[in-house]
């Protein structure tokens, strides 16, 4: 596609429940990666795909957080049993270029809220 | 004390003056990310640089590997400029798991 499609833009969800935020990619770009911004927050690191696996696991805070790409291109974060805390704005960001040195110019997404009430 | 530290934390301007934004990193490699991120959220990559200087129509983005410190300039800023900005640098080689910054909110007053 043109860019990072992210959806939902928006996810209203109740406390306990799980929730799937999907990211499409840009064709052809190798990496992904899944950033959060909490409110009033800095953005933190998650998870790194590249390809379909993820080297980089780092960042999930807790074991409900998971994430899978398939094909090299969609990626699914996944968060079970959510909690008031797990409300953010989750980013997806795709680059073409990783393992250069520094990787390459990151392309967002628009991000997909969570509000978890 | 943050990794990566940028100051001020707040500028308010007047229509055309000119800006600059700083970073200091004391982590990472030497490359250095500058994001935007609008009012609605949305985030842009400015620049990604690793070395010397960058230009981009009105901005500017230089970098100091030794001294691990980056500068953004924007000149004769406008109010579309309004927004916050953000420095990250990644962690290792190979990707792109960076540490941001916790921004510069920029608002420019016609």
């Known amino acids: 596609g043109a860019g990072v499609s992210q959806s939902p833009s928006n996810k209203v969800t109740e406390k306990g429940k799980d929730v799937e935020l999907r990211c499409d990619p840009i064709?052809?770009?190798?990496?992904l990666y899944w950033y959060r911004q909490s409110l009033g927050q800095g953005l933190e690191f998650l998870i790194y795909f590249q390809g379909n696996s993820a080297p980089d696991k780092s960042g999930l805070p807790s074991d409900r957080f998971s994430a899978e790409r398939t094909g090299g291109s969609v990626s699914t974060l996944t968060i079970q049993r959510t909690q008031q805390e797990d409300s953010a704005v989750y980013l997806c960001?795709?680059?073409?270029?990783?393992?250069?040195?520094?990787?390459?110019?990151?392309?967002f997404g628009e991000g997909s809220r969570l509000t978890v009430l | 004390k943050n990794e990566v530290e940028q100051s001020p934390q707040n500028l308010t301007a007047q229509e055309g003056e000119f800006i600059t934004i700083n970073c200091s990193y004391s982590v990472g490699i030497s490359a250095l990310h500058w994001l935007q991120q609008h009012p609605g959220g949305g985030i842009v990559s400015l620049f990604m640089l690793s070395s010397g200087k960058k230009k981009h129509g009105r901005l500017i983005a230089t970098i100091n590997i030794q001294e691990k410190h980056s500068s953004l300039h924007i000149t004769a800023s406008h109010p579309r400029d309004s927004a916050v900005y953000i420095c990250?640098?990644?962690?290792?080689?190979?990707?792109?798991?960076?540490?941001f910054g916790t921004g510069t909110r920029l608002t420019i007053i016609p």
């Open positions: 960001a795709s680059s073409k270029l990783p393992g250069q040195g520094f990787g390459g110019e990151l392309f």
């Open positions: 064709s052809g770009h190798t990496a």
């Open positions: 990250a640098v990644p962690i290792n080689f190979g990707n792109e798991k960076l540490t």
